[in-house]
Nanobody, 118 residues
């Protein structure tokens, strides 16, 4: 079964840190992205990493969040530092699935809740 599973969310005080994990099963991740969504709003992009390790970030998290990957564990991480109340959201991982070097599918996880208290 092809799927990704997020973990690592929780409740943290403003200024604190969390590390989210996204582990794929049934396929090898080739590039991934983290997104977040709050009630009544659209899902928004947070950060991405390519299969070659290149990273990119939304301006709102640049300098505070770091996306990385561990190929041996087929896992992508999102290290979140200096968290702000505005970071409160459900965080989703999107894993890229390829075949013969060509993207064929994006696989989404179920999300993990991050709540930042003041």
């Amino acid at each position: 079964q092809v799927q990704v599973a997020e973990s690592g969310g929780g409740l943290v005080q403003a200024g604190g840190s969390l590390r989210l994990s996204c582990t794929a099963s049934g396929f090898r991740i080739t590039g991934a992205g983290w997104y977040r969504q709050t009630p009544g709003n659209r899902r928004e992009w947070v950060a991405s990493i390519t299969s070659g390790g290149a990273t990119s970030y939304d301006d709102s998290v640049k300098g505070r969040f770091t996306i990385s990957g561990d190929n041996s564990k087929n896992t992508v991480y999102l290290q979140m530092n200096n968290l702000e109340r505005e970071d409160t959201a459900v965080y989703y991982c999107k894993g890229g699935r390829s075949r013969l070097g060509r993207p064929i599918e994006d696989v989404w996880g179920q999300g993990t809740q991050v709540t930042v208290s003041s």
